[in-house]
């Protein structure tokens, strides 16, 4: 008759009643009130504020006591921390000359350089090409961090790999200047990979040059940043205090649960 309906929506009727409600299961964890857990949450978001602003500060507390009058210190590119790191140590009547290596190819080292100089600091910009045969003369060299591993090894802009080379091969010491949040759980297990990225490399070679049959090919890579291994690194100067990147590890369970960086081994 025409009051019947056709078959297949009379199947389709009968499997989704057949079906038995879908249960998410959740542990018992789940159920349990915590009157306490909002306040516990605002406490620690304000900590960290209070931490992140207190950061440079708390860095710039320790110029005196790692730059000396006199002194040589290089530095690579443009650093805010670094900038008022020096410029910190300058208000405490440190006489110092800075060289600082242009980073090209955006040569952040240009605004670095202008920073310093109006804030009555000597400062001398050099080609990246000529940090090798600068490092006798240097007494320090200060890097930035892009991010701090746990094997107390850095992520740092492109570049400072190449000046923490020349400066171990000249017995130079490093210091990293960073504040704690950027430590990291990740281990270098991808080398010079590790939280890299890969730029255009227009920023190097107009792509007009690209029709000369010799330089078609050559593969041009530029990479964001460097890997530094822990071993050319000689003190993280923090907002906590300085340490050798041997006790990177030992700060991981302070700032990560443990199932936070336990996977990341």
């Known amino acids: 008759s ?20 879908q249960q998410d299961y ?11 857990l909002k306040q516990s949450v605002m406490e620690a978001i304000q900590e960290n504020m209070s931490d992140l602003e207190d950061t440079f500060k708390n860095i710039n507390e320790q110029a005196p006591s790692h730059i000396h009058a006199g002194e ?32 090209a190819p955006n040569f952040s080292g ?14 001398v910009v050099v080609n990246d090409a000529a940090i090798f045969a600068l490092m006798a003369r240097v007494n320090k060299v200060l890097l930035p961090v892009h991010a701090m591993l746990a094997n107390g090894g850095m992520v740092s802009p492109s570049g400072c790999n190449m000046v923490a080379l020349a400066a171990k091969e000249n017995a130079v010491p490093v210091a990293a200047i960073t504040g704690m949040f ?30 000369n049959p010799l330089v078609s ?7 964001l ?22 006790y990177v590890y030992r700060l991981l369970p302070e700032y990560y649960h443990v199932d936070d960086w336990e996977p990341f081994e």
Do not use: W
């Not at 959740?26 to 306490?36: I, K, L, S």
């Not at 240009?110 to 400062?123: E, F, P, Q, R």
């Open 182 to 211: 950027k430590l990291c759980p990740m281990y270098p297990h991808e080398g010079q990979d590790t939280l890299n990225d890969l730029l255009s490399p227009s920023a190097v070679m107009d792509y007009a040059e690209m029709s």
């Open 110 to 123: 240009h605004t670095m350089a202008a920073n310093l100089a109006k804030a009555g600091i000597d400062t």
């Open 217 to 223: 090919q050559v593969e041009l890579v530029n990479p």
């Open 72 to 103: 040589v210190v290089l530095t690579y590119g443009r650093s805010i921390t670094i900038e008022q790191f020096l410029k910190a140590a300058a208000a405490k009547k440190r006489n110092i000359q800075v060289v600082i290596c242009e980073g």
């Open 2 to 21: 025409s009051n019947r309906r056709p078959l297949g929506d009379r199947m389709k009727s009968e499997s989704f009643s057949n079906e038995s409600p």
């Open 26 to 36: 959740f542990p018992p964890e789940y159920y349990t009130v915590r009157p306490e």
């Open 225 to 246: 940043h460097d890997y530094i291994e822990p071993q050319l690194v000689s003190m993280y100067i923090t907002n906590i205090g300085g340490f050798q990147p041997s």
